[in-house]
């Protein structure tokens, strides 16, 4: 079955410091890969997403997301966090290269920034 | 505008009293989802609709139904709920086999059973 591993379940930052959050991800075909964020008390949002092409894709507010396919990894970037990114991250893969609608997530890693 | 709209947002209900949380989508999408979100766990599938008529079991179906009669439309039903289905639900749909899968998020139903 697939599965989806998020390393850190909570990251503590100051802010102006790099983020970086760890997902991988057991799968061996073709993969679409997304991470989510979830504010306080809201909903997921999605951030950026992977299908094909360039693995470094690059979504909103500054973050950016690697596809390391040897390592089966999609880690999760931001060179300087702010306060306003204290949220919950979620990465989630859909197997089978977009042929179905199902997304597995990872249990989340919770972010908080100091300011 | 693209939207999820779940309602209610917030409920509370006794053990064994039955109750439906719906969700609608806007988008056309095939493929529709509930996930529950617990503490520690992240989102766990419940049951997931890939178009009209065509249900499946996710990884934690025990003690919900669902139904879709139309394409917009995918209620969550608890027929006798306990208070191991306290959590946050989520809706979620998305098209599908056409390579991008992105799933939109409704706002969240937390459910509270005593």
């Known amino acids: 079955a697939q599965s989806v591993s998020q390393h850190n379940h909570h990251v503590i930052l100051s802010e102006a410091a790099s983020l970086e959050l760890g997902c991988n991800y057991s799968y061996g075909g073709t993969v679409n890969l997304f991470w989510y964020v979830q504010y306080p008390g809201q909903h997921l949002q999605l951030l950026l997403k992977?299908?094909?092409?360039?693995?470094l894709v690059k979504g909103i507010k500054g973050f950016e997301a690697e596809f390391i396919k040897s390592k089966f990894s999609f880690n999760l970037r931001k060179p300087s966090v702010q306060w306003s990114d204290t949220a919950e991250y979620f990465c989630?893969?859909?197997?089978?290269?977009?042929?179905?609608?199902?997304?597995?997530f990872g249990k989340g890693t919770k972010l908080s920034v100091k300011p | 505008e693209a939207q999820v709209t779940q309602n209610p947002r917030y409920l509370i209900t006794v053990t064994g009293k039955k109750l439906t949380v719906t969700c609608s989508q806007n988008m056309n999408h095939e493929y529709m989802s509930w996930y529950r979100q617990d503490p520690g766990l992240g989102l766990r599938q419940i049951y997931y609709?890939?178009?009209?008529?065509v249900t499946d079991k996710g990884d934690v179906p025990e003690g919900y139904k669902v139904s879709r009669k139309e394409k917009r439309n995918f209620p969550l039903i608890l027929e006798s709920p306990s208070p191991n289905q306290t959590s946050l639900y989520f809706c979620?749909?998305?098209?599908w086999g056409r390579g991008s899968p992105e799933a939109f998020f409704g706002q969240g139903t937390r459910l509270t059973v005593v």
């Open positions: 979620a749909s998305s098209s």
């Open positions: 989630a893969v859909n197997a089978g290269g977009g042929s179905q609608g199902n997304l597995i």
């Open positions: 992977y299908f094909s092409g360039d693995p």
């Open positions: 609709s890939m178009n009209v008529e």
